[in-house]
């Protein structure tokens, strides 16, 4: 029997990892039709089975949940060789970008790539930006959980008053599901305040996630407080001069501010990169339920500053990881960036014992609550029964589980033993 058909299969491991905070040891969880039926010691599970399992897949390693990258442009999986550069501003990297971006290439086949080098790392789901509908099957045909975000760019106030909102749905509309749709408003400094107020609307409307770059450069600050700095005049040579906060010379307040005047702060959004906040911006991020995917080493190929990891957790900010993509990261791991955000936070002076386990939420359950898919029906994010069957494996060498848990935070690395999608092994490394 498979186990679509409700054969119980287990699936075996030295160390088993549920949440941040459970470690079993010769741990075990038992999966049937792609949910998880149950989870404990591998003695545990076995008793309380109704019978004999139909397999059982012995790991020598830890046991996890799948990984959630709660930010990425899987589309721009071939565009590597810009991610591979080093910048010294936002902008200088914009622009190596635009070069080979407006080359014709096959944005499917690109996207493709990037869920294979997905699940090759451990992730089972993506807030994934589509930007060229070319690209927008990719997480769909992968199967992939999460949510794909279709991007807004571009919409001036008088053009979207004539027919934006009906051309962004009827994109959006082409998008395949699974996994469920979302709408990206691209930026503050891409986009007019009516067109982002309009989206916020039509998300609350329909039941959307909004996903948002927020914070991430500090010309973007510039911009929207007095449409001044780096990037407003590289805009305005670009031709956009009549941006509404190019042309009013700003709004007098800062990213995170003017995103709640417009009312775009909301439990259904999560924004993306965080790194320009102060203590104010934050608290207005708990306040509205907002979580922030952090991207750190994307942030560090741009030429930006770090994000404040500690600040985030120690004033109690949700944090979820995102590696964005191969256009500005060395590689789609979601290991890599929770161990980059491990050195950032312990540089910060962040000293409190529970850091791993935090970020090890952050790469689990927090991304799932960026997605709003941390409880109720298709929830992933921890290992527990009725959630999805989303499994990770990876080796490690010490095996008691505090110091494997530390060693899974801080080593990093870009290959899974396993991955496992709705109970179904997707990944296998070719050791195994």
């Known amino acids: 029997m498979s186990d679509a058909a409700g054969a119980i299969e287990v699936h075996r491991a030295r160390v088993v990892f549920p949440d941040a905070r459970t470690a079993i040891v010769d741990g075990a969880v038992a999966v049937a039709a792609g949910v998880v039926r ?14 004999p399992p139909a397999l059982v897949h012995e790991w020598d390693g830890i046991l996890t949940p799948g990984l959630v990258n709660a930010h990425t442009h899987l589309q721009y999986s071939d565009m590597a060789v810009v991610g591979r550069g080093t910048y010294t501003s936002f902008e200088q990297w914009g622009a190596r970008f635009n070069e080979f971006y407006v080359l014709e290439r096959d944005w499917g086949a690109s996207a493709a790539d990037g869920v294979a080098l997905s699940l090759r790392a451990g992730t089972t789901a993506v807030a994934e930006i589509v930007t060229d509908l070319g690209a927008r099957n990719a997480v769909h045909d992968g199967g992939l959980h999460g ?35 979302g709408l990206s408003p691209h930026a503050l400094y891409s986009l007019d305040g009516l067109v982002l107020r309009d989206l916020a609307d039509i998300a609350a409307q329909r039941d959307l996630r909004l996903h948002i770059h927020a914070a991430e450069s500090a010309s ?12 407003a005049e590289r805009w305005r040579e670009l031709g956009h001069p009549d941006l509404r906060l190019l042309a009013s010379g700003g709004v007098g307040m800062g990213v995170i501010s003017y995103l709640d005047a417009l009312g775009v702060l909301s439990p259904r959004t999560h924004i993306a990169h965080g790194i320009y906040v102060d203590a104010e911006d934050r608290a207005t991020l708990r306040e509205r ?6 991207c750190p080493r994307s942030n560090r190929v741009i030429g930006l500053a770090d994000p404040p990891v500690a600040d985030y957790l120690r004033e109690g900010n949700t944090i979820a990881v995102g590696t964005d993509s191969l256009s500005s990261s060395p590689s789609l791991s979601v290991r890599d960036d929770m161990a980059e955000l491990y050195r950032i936070a312990r540089a910060q002076g962040y000293a409190d014992d529970d850091l791993h386990a935090r970020l090890f939420a952050a790469a689990t359950l927090g991304g799932a609550a960026a997605l709003g898919l941390d ?17 990770a494996v990876f080796r490690v060498t010490d095996r008691s589980p505090r110091h494997a848990l530390a060693e899974f935070v801080e080593a990093g690395g870009s290959e899974a033993q396993a991955t496992i999608v709705d109970g179904v092994i997707r990944h296998r490394a070719a050791e195994l």
């Open 38 to 51: 149950d989870v404990g010691t591998y003695a545990d599970v076995s008793l309380r089975l109704p019978s």
């Open 147 to 181: 949510i794909v975000f279709w991007e807004v760019f571009g919409w001036k106030e008088e053009a979207w008053l004539q027919d934006g909102a009906d051309r962004v749905l009827a994109d959006l509309e082409t998008v395949p599901t699974p996994p469920a749709h």
């Open 220 to 231: 973007e600050d510039e911009f929207v407080r007095t449409g001044t700095g780096m990037l």
């Open 289 to 294: 339920g907002v979580v922030a995917a952090l």
């Open 375 to 391: 409880a109720g029906p298709g929830a992933i994010g921890r290992l527990a029964p009725g959630y999805r069957a989303d499994l």
